[in-house]
Structure formats: C-alpha cells, structure tokens
C-alpha cells in the first residue's frame, strides 16, 4: 500500500508547507541493504562506566568512525550511552544532557542505543529508581526524533556483561537498518549464550527455518528475508493458500508444505518434512493469523473460536510437540507473532487481542522453562504495517493510524521480518521470553 | 541344484521379469485441482496448468534449478503449436533451464505411458530422476479449419502469381468455412466413446443401479479422503480453485438415479449411462517425480513406492469384435503372468473410471470363465477384485477426467496410499481411445 502522504511532504512545494504547518512528517526510513554501512556517520560512545571502554572498542571492530566526544556541529549517525553501573538518578544527566546538546547534528536514520540494566527486586531504591529513569528518558526521547532516527534501549540480565555475545548482536542490529520501524523498545538480554555467525551476509546460514503463515504479507517477507540471511525454508500455509505458498517456497529455493496449523498432527507432519529434508529443524516462526473482527456484542462462537484456534492454541500444541523432539535442534530458536492489539487492546479485536495477548502469556511462560536449555522463544508484536489486512481499514482511519506512531508512517512487512531473523539467529540466542514491538512507537500500547 | 531357488528368492520380487535393473521409486505427486470443462480454466491453456503442476511439484520437493534427468508429458487435445509442450512448460517453470523434455501421446494412457517411459530409463540407469505427468484442456482446445479450406489454404501459400492465386481460391465452397469442432469420436467408426462403452455396458449386462453405486462411492471416497488430509501433499491450488470441481462430496443414489441416461439411447434395451455416472470433459495437469533410490537417499526425498512393471495391450473394436475400452482386460493377465501374481498378491486397485460402466465391464470380464478362456486364453476365471480395495480414494468419476492428466493422478494417489500402508502392491488400469490399453504394478517400500 503506498503512503501517499508520505510521498507528498518529502517532495517540493508540499515539504515546506507541512513544516511551517507543523503537519506530521515522516520521511523514509533508512533500512538494511547489504553493501551500506551499519551507520550513516559517526557513532558517539557515552558513558562514565568501565564497559563504556570496551563498548568503544567494539564498535572500532566493527570499523565505524567511533567518538568519545563530538565536535561543535559535527554530524553523528548513532549514540551509544552505557549506562551499565548506575546507581544514582543523579548520574543521568551528565551524560544525557551531552547527548542531548549534539542531538540537532543526527543525521537522519540516526541511532540512539542505551545500555543499562533492569529494575530487580535485590536493588537499592536509589539503584532503582535510576535504572527506571533511563526507561522514561529514552521513550520520550525517541519521541523527540525526527528524520526516521529511533532510540532504543539493551538490558543486560543478571550476570551478563557488555561483551556478551547478543548484547553485541542486540546492538548491531537496533544501529542497523534491520530496526528501522523498532523505536521506543527495550531489549533484554539474559544470558550469555549464543554467538556471532559465522558469515556477517548470511547469519542463519545451515540453520532449517520453518514459517507458518507464508502464502503472502508478512509471512512471505519473513520467508524472503530469512533466505536472504541464509536460511533453508519450509513454508507452511493451508491447503487452499497452495498457489501462492508455490511460488514463495520456489522464489526462496524451499519446500512448501501445506497443512492446516489448526489440524491435531501439524505438530508431527512438519517435524517429520524437517526431519527428513533437512535433518532437523532450527527455526519456528508461528506467523499464520486470522482476524474476525467484530465488537464483543456482536461477536459470536465461530469468530472467537477460530481465532483462537488458530493464533495461539495452534502454536501451544506444535510448541509442546517441538519442544519434546529431538528433531528441533538443542540451539533452536521459536519465534512466535504477537500484536501491539495484544498489549494494548484494539476496538472490534476483543477475539483478536485474546489470542495474541495469549502469545505473550505463552511466550513467557514457555521462555521460564527453556532457561538454560540453549532454546529461546519469543515474539514480535507488529503496530500498524502496510499489508493487505490494513489496506481494507477506512481511509480516515488508516491515515490516522499512521500517524499514531513516533515515526509518523506504517511499517512495512520488512521491518517485522528483519525483527523475527534477528531473534532466529544465534546473535539472539540470549534473548529469551522478550516482547520485541515493532510498532514504530505507536503512541497506543506499553 | 538346491542354491537356485535361495538365489531367486534372494532377489527383491519386485525386479522379476526385470532382473538386475535397478529400482524407479515413486517419490511424490502433484496436480491441481482438475475442473470441468469451460469453468475456472476456460481461459488456461495446456502450456499454464502443466507449468503449474510442476511448479507445485518443485515447491513441494525443492527442485528450483535443479537440472532433472528428463521431463516427459503429454496432451491428447493439442495444438500444433505445442509440438514442444512439455519443454515449453519445463522453460516457464521453476526447474532448470538445462532440464530436457519430451512429450508422449497415448490418449487416456499418456500419464501412465510416461510414468513407464521414465520408470525404465531410471532402472536402466539412463536418469537419476525424472517427472512424468499430462496436462488436458477441453476448455482451450484446438479447432481446425475444415479439409477443404486448409488443402486451399496450403495451396494458396505454394501459388506464385495472381492466376494461380485466384485459381485457387476459387476452389473454396462455402462449406469449407465450417470450422472441425473438437470431439471424442474415434476416427475409424465415428463413434463417441460414450456410445462405444454403451455397447460394451449392454454386451455385460452392467446395470444402473452398479453404475451408480460406483460413481457415488468414488465421490464419497475422494470427498473423504480430502477431509483426512490425504490431498494436502499431491494437489496445489490453482486460479482459486483447491478441490476437484467435479467432486460431489454430498450426492446421493437417489440423486445420480434422477439423472437421464445420455449414451446408448439408441441401442436395443435400456440406456444406463448418464452424466453421474460418466466422466466429464475436464481441464487439469498432473505430474509425478520419479528417482532412483541413490537420487532420492541424496537428496533426502521419501520414497513412496516402486514401479515394478507395466504391460499395454490393444483391441480391434474397429470390426466389433471387442470393446473400445476393453484392452486393459487383456493386458492384465500377460502382466500377472509375468509377474507371478494374482489379483489376492493386491492390496489396491486403481482402476480408471472413464465410465462407471469401463470399471464394471472389465471386472465382469475378468470373473467371466469362458471369457477368459475364449478371449483370454486362460484355463479359468482371471479372478475378482475386492471392492474394498477399489479406488480407495475415489478416482476419475470424482475428480474428473482431463485425459493425459488422469494417469499422474493415479499413480501418485496409490504411491502415496502403499507409503501409508507401509506394505503390499498396487494395480493400475488405465483404458485409452483407439481400443488401448495399460496397467502397471507398483509396490510398497520396505520399511
């Protein structure tokens, strides 16, 4: 669905009026391609703690133009703020308010990545209260950007240090264009687990991926950037999604499997095509959905239920299945959709926010019990993305909703693919039981 | 000498009458949903549905750009400009470029000739892999100018001056104009191949109510068989369409006996063919992937089951002194005998539902003692088929019948009911205009 309005206010004459109006302006975002640099300029390290050394000397291995301190008007095109030791909210402004000197000189497609960690029961209130500071700080500050720049936030778990490996691949990807419509979010990284890949093109590459879902929309995106990173697919629709799924599984060299996920042996069905093409399954994508919308006086058992069935107690049954073979591999990742409607709840979606507020409830539930297996499983919960679905929203509404979000525009079915290959990779394997939104900063929702 | 009989029965049985070739295994199926004439592929030509069905194909088993040993299929209503059919259809599609082809036309035969074809040159180590399939249009097919206007047309092009032009010319009539329709007539008796059958349903004495019967157990298997999931891996959607238009998952006797009889009204005693129990003209495409066992263990492909041996056979129904459709109830017993099987070494029978009526004749025929010594040759009744073994999953008088299609469709349908089976042996029978006729054998993997 093109964003007209978007086109509209980044072309001459209609650019100037829209600024002296103080009419939303969303711009392009800057989005992965794999022969651009991570960053568009400078990356401008921050912080007073130990870590804040080492943090500089990996982003120089990584060979970006790394500061210390920025130059009057000088252009930057990230800020890292360790943040790792705070024990003070005093301790914040020192290093927020230099940021926040430099912020005009961001360039667009800018970053902004804190590195701090969670508030947890054992800490003084002071500690506390200073680690919670950096949660208010940086959504409003994300809030603050312009020009398609986004702020977001690494939480390191207990015991886990800056140069964790998914800390490092946590921050590699919110500097990327793969988080081009992440903004506002924090990422928790709980462990020490996992490990860069082997070729920096190819992260999921050996890795067996299978994608519910993939006719068309978001699933087909997954499907095509999980290849692009290296994956094999196997991608599963229904029977009667057969025609599209063919041309998908063709474009991405896979295997299309059609079953039902709703059907009592998809479980087994997809696990024995794993088995036996691939030797075994590393990835689980549960992307199929339906919506039913009606407003919960109207709804009635057919809508609810097969709404149900099919986004969440789909997923609850293949997980069960998946997590007791052998076939899904010891290193395998789960990467289930949730929806911002399951946080913040959507008008008319009462079925809809059920299932997919049940998938987070699944996903953190599920995650407590792979603690230190080498699996993980988590979600992404897409805001408003241009697909099919939200091209039947009213015009009114749909340019609204738009809007709704920090970056001012829809995201697109890429940005919640790169989100769901970033959480499959071995990048990822210490991020367990996380909510990763991909929303853009909708104003509506946590 | 003692060893012999251990040394014969060391061999796998399957190879007998074939002894040293190697095994052609059945690795999977596909097609799209077959639908009646001038419906949802009215305006899809051969070239796109056989192009789909091995795009499902290659989607299914993750073939794209692999250079496969040779791709053979057919039609049997085909354009002249689809001399090259097959190769157009494997250019357009996901496989590689490199990928040969050829096409094969036996009439109704054709899918399962292909299955044959390939099967041999994989067990003679010509292929590692191959696919076999048919494509049909009823919807898009060729129509021909009529005799005359084409020999004034050839005549017009071989003309150099204008008096030779006009001479030509001026031997068009205006019933020249009159374009040939397509039908199902055969050439040599001007016969449909309905009426054709009508003399052979009348010749065993099939009744219309076993007529019935049959068609409305192959709707009911194969709307059963949809409903278990059994088609979720041998059919892939196309243009809209994911299940057989042709299948009446809820008709009824009562229904299929409302209907009025269409062929043999004009034969002595009463017409019992009808549209219920007739196949339709039909559009679809089938196609089905053979390999060696080296090729499918390397590629991690499931073996479905072994093409043992095939046989055709021919008929002169042009005097009269056979049926047109009856060749396959010849060609049984020479493959049983070759093989050292009876219809009780069966656990399946596929047996190609042109009509309901093809079917029953050919059982009668194979019961009928004297029939089979006169006719057959044989000391005896060839024996009986076991309904509950018969086209377990409904066959053409549900799914439809587009003509070289129809044998892809079978053999993938039984590969896959033996895998699930896990055991035993599988009978095709497939009849063919022109008084053709071919059957086949394939049998169960070992676990």
């Not at chain 2, 590689?96 to 899918?111: I, K």
């Not at chain 2, 071989?158 to 040939?180: F, H, I």
């Not at chain 2, 399946?348 to 009509?355: C, S, V």
């Not at chain 2, 035993?424 to 029978?429: F, K, N, P």
């Amino acid at each position: 669905m093109t964003d007209t309005y978007l086109n509209l206010v980044n072309a001459q004459p209609l650019s100037r009026i829209a600024k002296a109006a103080g009419l939303p302006r969303p711009v392009p975002l800057r989005r992965y391609a794999p022969d651009a640099p991570l960053v568009p300029g400078p990356v401008l390290v921050l912080g007073r703690s130990r870590s804040t050394q080492d943090m500089a000397a990996t982003l120089l291995e990584w060979n970006l133009d790394v500061r210390r301190h920025l130059r009057p008007k000088e252009k930057f095109g990230a800020a890292v703020v360790v943040l790792d030791d705070l024990a003070h909210p005093g301790e914040l402004s020192e290093v927020f308010l230099e940021l926040g000197h430099g912020l005009r000189n961001l360039l667009p497609g800018g970053r902004i990545v804190t590195i701090s960690r969670p508030v947890t029961s054992e800490i003084s209130p002071q500690t506390a209260a200073a680690r919670q500071a950096v949660d208010g700080t940086l959504r409003s500050l994300a809030k603050e950007l312009r020009g398609g720049a986004t702020a977001n936030g690494i939480l390191l778990g207990e015991g886990v240090n800056t140069g964790a490996p998914s800390v490092r691949g946590t921050l590699e990807f919110l500097l990327s264009g793969k988080s081009a419509y992440v903004d506002g979010q924090f990422i928790a990284v709980g462990s020490d687990h996992g490990a860069p890949p082997r070729s920096a093109e190819l992260p999921l590459a050996g890795r067996t991926a299978v994608v519910t879902g993939a006719a068309r929309g978001i699933g087909a995106e997954i499907v095509r950037v999980l290849r692009r990173d290296g994956a094999h697919i196997i991608a599963v629709d229904v029977p009667a999604a057969g025609e599209q799924l063919a041309q998908v599984a063709n474009h991405a060299g896979g295997t299309a499997l059609q079953v039902d996920v709703t059907a009592p042996d998809a479980a087994e069905r997809i696990l024995r095509h794993a088995a036996t093409r691939y030797g075994g399954l590393d990835i689980m994508v549960h992307n199929a959905g339906i919506t039913r919308d009606r407003l919960l006086a109207n709804m009635d058992q057919a809508r609810w239920s097969s709404v149900l069935a099919v986004n969440v107690e789909s997923q609850l049954r293949i997980n069960e299945k998946l997590l007791s073979s052998d076939h899904f591999n010891s290193n395998g990742s789960i990467v289930c959709l949730a929806s911002t409607s399951g946080i913040a709840g959507n008008r008319g979606q009462t079925n809809y926010a059920a299932s997919k507020a049940g998938v987070i409830g699944m996903v953190r539930a599920t995650a407590d019990a792979l603690v230190g297996s080498g699996r993980t499983i988590n979600a992404v919960a897409p805001g408003f993305i241009e697909t099919d679905m939200t091209a039947r929203i009213p015009f009114a509404t749909r340019e609204v909703a738009r809007r709704l979000s920090s970056l001012q525009q829809g995201g697109l079915p890429l940005d919640v693919a790169e989100a769901v290959s970033f959480l499959a990779s071995t990048n990822a394997a210490g991020i367990n039981g996380q909510v990763l939104r991909v929303c853009g900063q909708n104003l509506v929702g946590a | 000498m003692s060893t012999l009989p251990d040394q014969q029965n060391a061999a796998p049985q399957s190879s007998s009458g074939q002894r040293g070739a190697r095994s052609a295994v059945v690795i999977g199926g596909n097609r799209i949903p077959f639908a009646r004439s001038g419906g949802p592929y009215a305006q899809a030509s051969n070239q796109e549905m056989l192009t789909a069905a091995l795009d499902g194909l290659v989607a299914r088993f993750g073939l794209q750009g692999e250079r496969v040993g040779e791709v053979a299929a057919g039609a049997v209503l085909k354009h002249s400009r689809d001399f090259n059919l097959t190769r157009e259809a494997v250019l357009g599609s996901a496989l590689a470029a490199d990928t040969p082809a050829y096409d094969v036309q036996q009439a109704c035969a054709t899918g399962l000739e292909t299955v044959i074809g390939l099967s041999n040159k994989i067990k003679l180590g010509q292929i590692e892999s191959g696919i076999a399939g048919g494509v049909d249009s009823a919807s898009d097919a060729p129509v021909a100018v009529s005799e005359g206007l084409r020999r004034v047309l050839l005549e017009l092009a071989r003309a150099r001056s204008t008096p030779q032009k006009l001479a030509a010319l001026r031997k068009l009539r205006p019933v020249d104009l009159k374009p040939n329709a397509p039908t199902t007539a055969e050439p040599r008796t001007g016969l449909s191949m309905g009426e054709h059958q009508a003399i052979t349903t009348s010749r065993w004495n099939i009744s219309r109510r076993a007529q019935d019967e049959l068609a409305l157990a192959s709707h009911a298997n194969m709307a059963a068989a949809y409903d278990r999931g059994f088609f979720d891996d041998l059919v892939t959607p196309f243009r809209g369409v994911s299940r057989d238009g042709n299948l009446r998952a809820d008709t009824s006797l009562e229904k299929l006996g409302s209907l009025k009889p269409v062929f043999g009204r004009n034969l002595t005693g009463e017409a019992t063919m009808t549209a219920g129990n007739s196949t339709p003209l039909t559009d679809g495409a089938a196609a089905v992937l053979l390999g060696s066992e080296d090729y499918a263990r390397k590629h991690n492909l499931p073996m479905l089951a072994n093409v043992v041996d095939a046989e055709a056979a021919a008929v002169d129904f042009v005097h009269g002194k056979e049926g047109l459709l009856m060749a396959p109830v010849y060609a049984m017993p020479r493959l049983l005998q070759r093989n050292d099987m009876t219809f009780e070494d069966f656990d399946f029978f596929e047996i190609h539902e042109a009509f309901a009526s093809t079917v029953l004749s050919s059982l009668a025929a194979w019961e009928d003692e004297d029939f089979c010594r006169t006719q057959l040759g044989l000391s005896g009744a060839l024996g009986t088929v076991d309904r509950t073994k018969l086209n377990v999953n409904g066959s053409s008088l549900a799914a439809g019948h587009p003509f070289a299609a129809t044998g892809a469709r079978i053999v993938a349908s039984l590969a896959k009911s033996l895998a699930e089976k896990g055991s035993g042996r599988g009978l095709i029978s497939v009849c063919a205009a022109g008084g053709q006729g071919v059957v086949a054998i394939l049998e169960a993997r070992r676990p």
